[in-house]
């Protein structure tokens, strides 16, 4: 294991847990503990396992130096598979849930035994909620509801108004689609119409979760301007439900050995579980969510399977959608879970250039993106072909971005002056910089540092150095407070009170919160964040920065994450090399759980 330790292939973790293992087994073969580093690497990276018949062309590094790896002294894939099957003590082969070894070797595939496990009853459990019999329904009233609630000129058979009913109909039900296509509104409806069909007069409990706190916020928010247009009895019913933290509603126990309250033996008491932004939720985690709803109940996962999935092992959403969304304008086929699945396809949020080139990046094709970008169907979308280093002296070619960012700088320090929090709010979510590392020559750090510069130079009395909560700071949330209701990625700016105090100001429904800089524990300056960060969140202005092709993060999912964070203008600055990378390479993440479902 030294030369793909000293490669970066291997860190110094995944080689000592795989001698442990190897040690307890008593097994000795150099292949087998190169085997067992690597599944321990897998999930650590994003992978549910390690293919060993395709690790030698797929591995990277996590070095900063380019590595030939294919020089590595790679095993031979057949004697490596035979080495591992004659290490009984160690290694489990097939897929027979009787044998509980430290790994589970299917094919080429090498699971440790818990992601193997958890990947199976995933899919067993979402199969068995999608082949339940469908709910018994009032079938004039979800008629008439769905004639109420569809907008003037929505068509009856519209794929929000066929998710509404599959929702009502159906125990499983998936609502994918990408910014602005209407998942939230679809949400609202299903709320209404679950209410109306209560025929005993109980109305139905319904959880609203995400899987973090910020998206949970806005997943309330979001409902919650949604109620107006419902009727009275759904109205309340939908103003009144509170949205939390899936860790939250199955009860977190960092104490205790089943860590969740909720599981298969104490089961939710909700009759509807819904769960949005789905994409970030790992395998372990939707594992504890599906087993904790009662078998009578609804669950609705709500998300868009083509943004950023979660930074734990598993890719669930795309691997529950599969290949619905290959072609989601065409009617359900038979088989349970295909009729569960519904792809909203339409985008209200933007049009124009920004969806066409949103819709390039998710078919994969770069010559279709580079001319999107070449020439845009309309202004909206400009292209700086240009490397993204941060440096003390960016590149003229930049100064769309610096204009921009010196912009919304000036109108938010204008309004944190004259102590308007709400204008000073929307200024700052008016433009924002985003890339996809946090440190390093192309991170959100140096950027930051940059684009100080830039604000120090054009705005009269701006100093970041005055102090820590100076006036105009812009402030990003980096640790969940629940007693201030304010999330990891929330973003707020520090105001001008009165007797020369301050408060930061952060936005919730609407209306400005303000807080003493002092009641505030884990803040960052937002001048530039990172994509993952911004995942959820909407910009007027968004100018996304590409780092270099190694990059090992650069993929189509980034881009696609970076681009539909802009709602009416967008910046993309990268060489033409980094956009054929990022729309080449799709975050393949080692899973077999959409093969279980689906095959």
């Known amino acids: 294991m030294r030369a793909f330790n ?22 000795d073969d150099p292949d087998v503990l190169l085997a067992v580093a690597l599944a321990v690497r897998a999930p650590r990276l994003g992978h549910v396992f390690v293919d060993l018949a395709t690790i030698a062309r797929r591995a990277t590094t996590e070095g900063e130096e380019a590595v030939d790896l294919s020089a590595l002294p790679w095993p031979a894939v057949p004697a490596w598979l035979d080495a591992l099957g004659a290490c009984p003590a160690l290694v489990a082969v097939g897929e027979d849930a009787g044998e509980r070894l430290p790994l589970r070797l299917v094919g080429t595939h090498l699971y440790l035994d818990r992601y193997w496990r958890e990947e199976q009853r995933i899919a067993a459990d979402l199969r068995g909620f999608a082949a339940r019999e469908p709910e018994l329904v009032n079938a004039a009233l979800l008629d008439d509801g769905l004639d109420r609630l569809r907008w003037p000129d929505e068509p009856a058979d519209s794929a929000q108004v066929r998710a509404a009913r599959t929702a009502v109909h159906r125990r499983f039900t998936v609502v994918a689609g990408g910014p ?7 949400v609202a409806r299903i709320v209404a119409l679950l209410h109306e069909q209560a025929a005993d007069g109980r109305p139905p409990l319904i959880a609203l979760a995400a899987p973090t706190g910020k998206a949970a916020a806005r997943l309330e928010e979001s409902l919650h301007e949604q109620a107006p247009d419902l009727d009275t009895e759904a109205r309340d019913a939908l103003l009144a439900t509170c949205a939390t933290t899936l860790h939250r509603l199955l009860g977190w126990r960092p104490d205790s050995h089943s860590r969740f309250r909720h599981h298969r033996g104490n089961r939710l008491p909700h009759d509807v579980v819904i769960v949005d932004e789905t994409s970030m939720v790992s395998l372990s985690l939707m594992g504890r969510l599906v087993e904790a709803v009662r078998p009578d109940a609804r669950l609705i996962l709500v998300g868009d399977p083509d943004q950023l999935t979660s930074v734990e092992a598993g890719a669930v959403l795309g691997d529950v959608v599969g290949p619905a969304a290959e072609d989601p304008g065409a009617p359900p086929v038979d088989g349970a879970l295909r009729d569960a699945v519904v792809v909203l396809d339409t985008t209200h949020r933007f049009g124009g250039a920004i969806a066409d080139l949103a819709a390039a990046i998710r078919s994969g094709d770069p010559d279709a993106v580079l001319a999107r ?31 921009a960012a010196v912009a919304a700088g000036r109108a938010v320090l204008d309004a944190a002056r004259a102590g308007d929090p709400r204008a000073a709010l929307a200024a700052l979510g008016s433009f924002r910089v985003l890339t996809a590392h946090r440190r390093g020559p192309y991170g959100a750090t140096p950027w930051m540092w940059t684009i100080e510069r830039w604000l120090t130079d054009a705005l009269d009395g701006f100093d970041p150095r005055a102090g820590e909560w100076y006036v105009g700071r812009p402030l990003l949330v980096t640790e969940n407070d629940h007693s201030l209701r304010l999330y990891n990625g929330d973003t707020g700016v520090v105001i001008a009170g009165a007797q020369d105090r301050v408060t930061a100001a952060f936005e919730r429904r609407g209306e400005a919160l303000e807080f003493s800089p002092t009641r505030l524990s884990a803040i960052d300056t937002v001048y530039a964040m990172t994509i993952h960060k911004a995942q959820g969140s909407q910009f007027d202005t968004a100018a996304v920065l590409l780092p270099g092709t190694d990059s090992p993060i650069l993929t189509r999912e980034l881009l696609y994450t970076g681009v539909t964070r802009a709602s009416q203008q967008l910046v993309v600055v990268g060489t033409e090399e980094a956009v054929r990378g990022a729309v080449s390479r799709p975050a393949a993440r080692a899973s077999a759980l959409r093969e279980r479902l689906w095959d």
Not at 9 to 27: F, I, N, P, S, Y
Not at 180 to 186: E, I, L, Q, S, Y
Not at 375 to 403: K, N, T, Y
């Open 373 to 403: 970008l070449a020439e845009p169907a309309d202004p909206s979308v400009r292209w700086i072909p240009l490397d993204a280093q941060a440096g003390p002296d960016p590149d003229p070619l930049l100064a769309p971005v610096r204009d």
């Open 6 to 27: 000293e490669a970066g292939v291997l860190a110094a973790a995944d080689v000592h847990v795989a001698r442990r293992l190897a040690a307890l087994a008593a097994a």
């Open 180 to 186: 602005g296509t209407g998942k939230t509104t679809t």
